[in-house]
């Protein structure tokens, strides 16, 4: 279902949920507004679901509640998922929902990106799990690495292709060299030291 560059302003249409076959799902760079729908989560809703592309919307929520209920379900219900893109949006809280999130798509997932947000505090431990990522995107998405161990833990990542850390508070020296299958690389706007 492609749907972006239109001009929908609203919530998410919750009938979407009832399109238990759909595979790839871009509603960006609308005005989506709201939470996302419980709906489309629930039960047996887009189980099928392998990319989902809501960025560049005017999507809200504090934390636990970005969609409208619990990180667990939504995780359980969307096995498939290889994609997600939530950049540009207003979501905010202190990342705890997404650690539920992302600890439940730890097999899956190949793509995250949740740049140009509003979050707080430190990057979730449960992100270094997620072995299989080629694009990890947080630029200004407000989460920061405050301690060396995430940074470091960035090691784990053997497949990771893209890699955008621009404005993530970022200090000291940090070690790349294990990344060998980088492509493209941001670390500007911190504060990193060394030669």
Known sequence: LYLQHNRHLGPI?????????????NMSYNHVFDKIPTTLWQGNSLRHLESLDLSHNLLTGEDNSLYGGDFYEFGQSWKKLTSLRLENNFFRGK??????????LVSTLEEFDISSNYFSGTVPNALF????????????????????????????FQNL???????????????????TSLTALDLSYNYLTGT
Request: net charge neutral; hydrophobic share 35%.
């Open 95 to 104: 990342g705890f929902g997404l650690e539920r999130l992302v600890s439940k």
């Open 161 to 179: 292709e893209y890699l955008n850390l621009k404005n993530c508070g970022l200090r000291g020296e940090i070690r790349i060299d294990s990344l």
């Open 13 to 25: 249409p919750p009938e979407i949920g009832r399109m238990s076959s759909l595979r790839t799902w």
């Open 129 to 156: 799990e997620l072995t299989n990522l080629n694009v990890l995107n947080l630029e200004r998405s407000g989460l920061t690495f405050e301690d060396k161990d995430g940074i470091h833990n960035m090691v784990r």
